[in-house]
Structures are given as structure tokens and as C-alpha cells.
């Protein structure tokens, strides 16, 4: 929800301004509803920082009630209140799925026992990120709160992929011989799409600020205004496309049909996502772009590991087999 501005569309959680059901218009919240919500916040980041400071992080503590934003107030904007709502309710659906699939997978623990670990892992993982999502929320979108977020909804994908493919695992066996290369370029392509993914977090949380500073005016000029994590993020992304184009070289050395459809949506992705940085970059930042930047960035890593995962399983028939390419 940071993608579209909306993370403070509900400065409260789990409820929605004190409701299970949010407000349509400004005049169903009290005159005072700003100070209201930050005092509810500060009191909770208090007792954040209290527990905090008795596990003995106290200088996280300090950063969490020391920093600015949570002393800062987002006024009532409907749109944005009921696209953060809709968030949760998205969550809260992808829980009760994950809950199932855990109650599917006991049946695995006769078999292979690894799949209902992994998808009781995927539910507990689902869990904090509830939890860290209120932690988001009280401290007013802090940046290291934003990133971690991120970044463990990544994780939470990529495990729920491969539990459902360990799931499956017959059917995604495939013919071809073993890839020591293509694999390690796989491990190492997911890995820079996700740091990737997690300096364009940083970017957009610089976004705010200058947006912040700048009373969003003058949006031609926040890209001037950016600090060093954008020119990183952009100089990446340059290695970023040549790693893609070189695994996709190897993966079409395979000649398998799977491993062929999955490249070509693999490259497409990166494709949309450099057209769109370049037209962001180039044209003040287009709103409606934030969002789908990272929404494509997100399917990327998950194609990604995707081919990862049927790699694996080819890999592993053909370890097995006598006559291994190696």
C-alpha cells in the first residue's frame, strides 16, 4: 500500500478509525480525529519501545519513539482509506488460505512430512506479518519497518511456492540433465531481483519525504531531489537486465517447453519493469506507476523462483541418474 500512498489510509489496526467498517466521509470522524489517532499511536509505540528496551534492543527502541513521522498526522482521503482496507481484507483472506493449506498438508506428514512444516512456517510467517503490519501502522510508516515488511511478504511467497511444488513435486520433473550453472545463475538472479526490490522500498520512502517537503508540488523536480539509494537502484538495474539476459540464454539452451514458457514471461517482466522505471524517471514520477512497478517487480521474483524450483527437480532426477551431464 506504500506503492499508492495509502499505508496511513487507517491510522489504526486492526480496525479502521476505531471501526470494523471505515468511514466514507470526513464528518463521520470527530473535529479532533488527527491528534486523536496520534495519541493512540505514540502510546502504542511506548509500549513497543518498553518491551523492546527489556529484551535489551534499546537503541531500536529509542530510533522507533525518537523518529519524526510518528508525530505526524495524515488527513482523511476515502480513496486511500478504503484501498488500505481492502489490503487488510486481503490479508486476512490469504490467512484463512494459508490456514488451509495447512489443514490439507497433514496428510503429508505420513509422506513427506516437509510440507506441512513448511506451510505451518508460511502461517506463522503470515502471523508476524500482521503483527508487523500494526507495527507499520503506529510508527507512521517508519522506513525500516516498510522494508522489512517487504521483504518477509517476498519470503512468505517464495515459501509458498515451493510448498506447493514440493507438493507436486512428480509432476514437475522434467527431462533435462542437470545445470550446476544455471542454477547457481538462478540463485543468483533471485537474490539481486529481491535486494533490488528492497532499494526500490528505499526509494519510494525517499519519494515520500521530498513529497512530504515539497507539500506535493513541483513534481518534476523530486527526482533532483532524491538521495543516493535511486542512483544505485538505477545503476542496478542495468546489471540487473544483463544478469536476465544471459540466464535466459542458458535456459533456452535447455529446450524445455515448461522451462521456455517461464523465460519468456521471466524477460517480459524485466521488460516492463525497465520502461517502467525509465518513464518514472523521465516524467515526474507518474502515480499511477508506483504501484505497478513494484506489483511487476513482485511477480518477477516469484517467476523467478518459480524456474528455480523446476530446475531443483530436474536437477535432483538427474543427480540420481548414472549418466548425468554434469
Known sequence: MRSTGSGMGCPDWPKCFGSWVPPTDVNQLPENYLEVYKQKRIEKNKQLAARLDKLGFAEVSAAIFSHPSQYI??????????????????????????????????????????????????????????????????????PVTIT????????????LQYTVARAQKDTLVRGFPY??????????VAIITFVQILIGTQVREEVDLVAFSMNGANRENWIDALGINFYIHRSFSILVLALH???????????????????HAMLLLVAIEIVLGIVMAYFAIPAALQPLHLTFAALL??????????????????????????
Open 73 to 142: 498526522e495524515t488527513e482523511f482521503n476515502a480513496t486511500k482509506t478504503w484501498i488500505e482496507y481492502v489490503n487488510r481484507l486481503v490479508g486476512v483472506l490469504i490467512g484463512i488460505f494459508i490456514f488451509l493449506t495447512v489443514i490439507y498438508a497433514v496428510p503429508f506428514l505420513k509422506g513427506d512430512s516437509m510440507v506441512f512444516w513448511l506451510a505451518l512456517a508460511s502461517l506463522l510467517l503470515v502471523g508476524v506479518q500482521g503483527w508487523l503490519g500494526s507495527i507499520v501502522v503506529s510508527t507512521n510508516l517508519l
Open 148 to 159: 522489512i515488511h517487504m521483504a518477509l511478504a517476498l519470503v512468505l511467497v517464495a515459501l
Open 179 to 188: 545445470k550446476p550453472k544455471v542454477n547457481g545463475m538462478l540463485w543468483v
Open 245 to 263: 539476459v544471459y540466464l535466459a540464454y542458458l535456459l533456452y539452451k535447455l529446450q524445455d517447453r515448461v522451462v521456455m514458457v517461464w523465460t
Open 301 to 326: 521474483f516469484g517467476v523467478q523462483f518459480q524456474l528455480l524450483i523446476v530446475h531443483h527437480y530436474a536437477s535432483r532426477k538427474a543427480l540420481q541418474s548414472p549418466v548425468a551431464v554434469r
